[in-house]
């Protein structure tokens, strides 16, 4: 069975700098793509950043460009996202979520969801 | 405001039908696979259809999607309680060089 399990959220202040993590198991991680998308409380969702099986190509929302830096480490099945410089209106439950391809781009859909990890951006 | 437009709620009676539309452009419905996403508040959001009309396993066939130019659509029929959620429209956009998301559709069943 596919299970991601995201981590690292917490209360945060505006302006300093959180990480998160999605620990994989189940499947090959390497043999794909991995992505953060976000629900900020009562909204929508909204794609933050993706990352291609083999790290080469990154792909991010406008409003976290220089902001925040997926990665992932194939060797411990692991996603992260350093979040920097955060603002109140990055306040949201935040998703891992599995390609369908090894791109990051254009190509597939998400599937399976981890549970979220709720990051309160608050002085 | 989101890329992909969907109408903001949705309601039906048991067994009948509802139409949920997504409503975009040529960069992004107009040129790409559309996926569709199901969440019960309180919980991660589902793969509900993938590749504009595909079903994962354990999906009904009472459920189906299509696409026509720059818009798309997700079809319920035969309503139950169990279809109550929000349902998500997804595509890539060419332009924006981005996933984007249509807003949301909140589906009762009354």
């Known amino acids: 069975e596919v299970q991601l399990v995201a981590s690292g959220g917490g209360l945060a202040h505006p302006g300093r700098s959180l990480r998160l993590s999605c620990a994989a198991s189940g499947f090959t991680f390497d043999d794909f793509a991995m992505h953060w998308v976000r629900q900020a409380p009562g909204k929508g969702l909204e794609w933050v950043a993706g990352?291609?099986?083999?790290?080469?190509?990154?792909v991010y929302v406008d409003s976290v460009k220089g902001r925040f830096t997926i990665s992932r480490d194939n060797a411990k099945n692991s996603l992260y996202l350093e979040m920097n410089s955060l603002r109140t209106e990055d306040t949201a439950f935040y998703y891992c979520t599995k390609g369908s391809t090894i791109a990051a781009r254009r190509l597939g859909w998400f599937a399976p969801w981890g549970q979220g990890t709720l990051v309160p951006v608050s002085s | 405001q989101s890329v992909l437009t969907q109408p903001p709620s949705a309601s039906g009676t048991p067994g009948q039908s509802v139409t949920i539309s997504c409503s975009g452009s040529s960069s992004n419905i107009g040129s790409n696979t559309i996926n569709w996403y199901h969440q019960v508040p309180g919980t991660a959001p589902k793969l509900l259809i993938y590749?504009?009309?595909q079903r994962p396993s354990g999906v009904p066939g009472r459920v189906s999607a299509s696409k026509s130019g720059s818009s798309a659509s997700l079809a319920i029929s035969g309503l139950q309680s169990e279809d109550e959620a929000d349902y998500y429209c997804a595509t890539w956009d060419d332009s924006l060089n981005a996933w984007v998301f249509g807003g949301g559709t909140k589906l009762t069943v009354l």
């Open positions: 990352i291609s099986w083999n790290s080469l190509s990154i």
């Open positions: 590749n504009t009309s």
